[in-house]
């Protein structure tokens, strides 16, 4: 069953143009959510989160939007570089006494071409 | 700080053997988890502590245990190894109970064989 998902294994664009990587999420008690980066031979590193309260997360070349009706999230990188190249996860926290028990989606493989 | 840091970081294991996975961090945080990746999957949590003394399941413990008898070690045991249990593991610790605090280390690569 899973509860958080990455329909898109892998996403290929051109340096300069918009990278946009797709969650959706099946478990309302779901109300934060974060994305994580990362590179091979490396633990995964946070990137950006959003409560379940806004719709929209803007850090620099990274924003998150979520739209909680259609419970779907999306990273948008603006513009992409080479060095934006890896993996990215989705995950969600549930409220209340998570412990900061991180349900993560399979990942999406971004490749930045020069 | 050297952060979270994880021994080995890659091992060979044969079926029905067991090995303890290590985990340290310099970090003094509360919380520590553990994950597995199998390939072309998210992480799935094994188990998580909320301080010395105090561990719980996660989402797939089973063949696993955990101890944390200080506030910097969590060791991950692996008994009688099975195939499915090759993956690559991941250890985590965080201040706060939130994930924007996580810090994770750089993994240990499993095989059983």
């Known amino acids: 069953d899973q509860q958080v998902k990455q329909n898109s294994p892998s996403l290929s664009v051109q340096e300069g143009r918009i990278s946009i990587l797709n969650c959706d999420y099946t478990?309302?008690?779901?109300?934060?959510f974060l994305w994580y980066k990362k590179y091979p031979a490396e633990g995964p590193t946070f990137l950006i989160s959003?409560?379940?309260?806004?719709d929209k997360n803007e850090d620099g070349r990274f924003t998150v939007f979520l739209n909680k009706s259609a419970k779907h999230l999306s990273l948008h990188i603006v513009p992409s570089q080479p060095g934006d190249s890896a993996v990215y996860f989705c995950?969600?926290?549930?409220?209340?006494?998570?412990?900061?028990?991180?349900?993560f989606g399979q990942g999406t493989i971004l490749t930045v071409h020069p | 700080n050297a952060g979270v840091t994880q021994t080995p970081k890659f091992h060979i294991l044969k079926i029905g053997q067991s090995m303890t996975l290590q985990c340290t961090q310099d970090?003094?945080?509360?919380?520590m988890y553990w994950y597995r990746q199998d390939p072309g999957m998210g992480l799935k949590l094994i188990y998580y502590?909320?301080?010395?003394?105090?561990?719980d399941k996660g989402e797939v413990p089973n063949g696993y245990n955990v101890s944390r008898s200080t506030t910097e070690d969590f060791p991950l045991r692996l008994e009688l190894a099975a195939p499915s249990q090759t993956s690559v593991y991941f250890c985590?610790?965080?201040?706060?109970?939130?994930?924007?605090?996580?810090?994770f280390g750089p993994g240990t690569r499993l095989l059983v064989l």
């Open positions: 502590s909320v301080g010395a003394g105090i561990t």
């Open positions: 985590a610790s965080s201040y706060l109970s939130g994930g924007e605090t996580q810090y």
């Open positions: 995950a969600a926290l549930a409220g209340g006494t998570s412990y900061g028990k991180l349900t």
């Open positions: 970090m003094n945080h509360n919380y």
């Open positions: 959003i409560s379940s309260i806004k």
């Open positions: 478990n309302s008690m779901f109300d934060y």
